[in-house]
């Protein structure tokens, strides 16, 4: 469970994203970040009950810097109004599918849990495709199994507007090989996150 005080942060955060302003809640962002790293941890144990493979996995190898990477943005401010973290073998790092869930009680994307594999590398989404023809039907079973629909609904991402190279366009499952990712996620309300 989190707790109310870090979503009250991380409102106020969006409403004064400036140095200035965190330098003197730096008590304020220590305390939230640590009840999300405790969350987070949790998170984790839960995983490894049906994931043995994630056992040993680190919170900070787990949840994402506050800090943005203003460099070559056009968006300068410095933090990000969110908490997020990626739960996956070797960490949020690792370039491998897994899990992932964030707290944004502002921002555009909201609170949500999701997983999967997002953006991979183009050996990766080939290797990935390639296993989604080998097993078209059960893949198609799972996606359209009534519990994933009800959390999930379909796969989300950009879809390539021609067919991958390698694989016939008269494949009647052309579709789902012309994904970029290969994702679900679902949306959350705060007050999912106060409760076991």
């Not at 987070?40 to 995983?47: G, L, Q, R």
């Not at 594999?117 to 989604?132: D, N, S, T």
């Amino acid at each position: 469970m989190l707790q109310a005080t870090t979503f009250k942060f991380l409102k106020d955060l969006h409403k004064h994203n400036d140095r200035t302003w965190f330098d003197k809640n730096k008590s304020r962002y220590e305390a939230a970040k640590t009840d999300f790293d405790n969350f987070t941890e949790d998170v984790i144990k839960a995983f490894v009950k049906i994931d043995k493979r994630l056992a040993g996995l680190l919170v900070k190898d787990s949840v994402y810097r506050i800090y943005r990477d203003v460099r070559f943005s056009k968006n300068k401010l410095p933090y990000k109004t969110s908490f997020s973290a990626s739960i996956n073998i070797g960490g949020r790092k690792s370039g491998k599918a897994g899990y992932y869930f964030q707290i944004d009680p502002v921002g555009e994307w909201g609170c949500m849990m999701a997983g999967g594999l997002w953006m991979p590398e183009a050996p990766k989404l080939k290797a990935v495709r390639q296993e989604i023809q080998y097993h078209t039907e059960e893949f198609k079973k799972i996606l359209g199994a009534k519990n994933f629909k009800k959390w999930f609904g379909e796969l989300e991402d950009q879809k390539l507007k021609t067919n991958p190279k390698g694989f016939d366009k008269t494949d009647p499952d052309i579709e789902l090989f012309k994904y970029t990712s290969y994702i679900v996620s679902a949306n959350l309300e705060e007050k999912d996150f106060y409760s076991k």
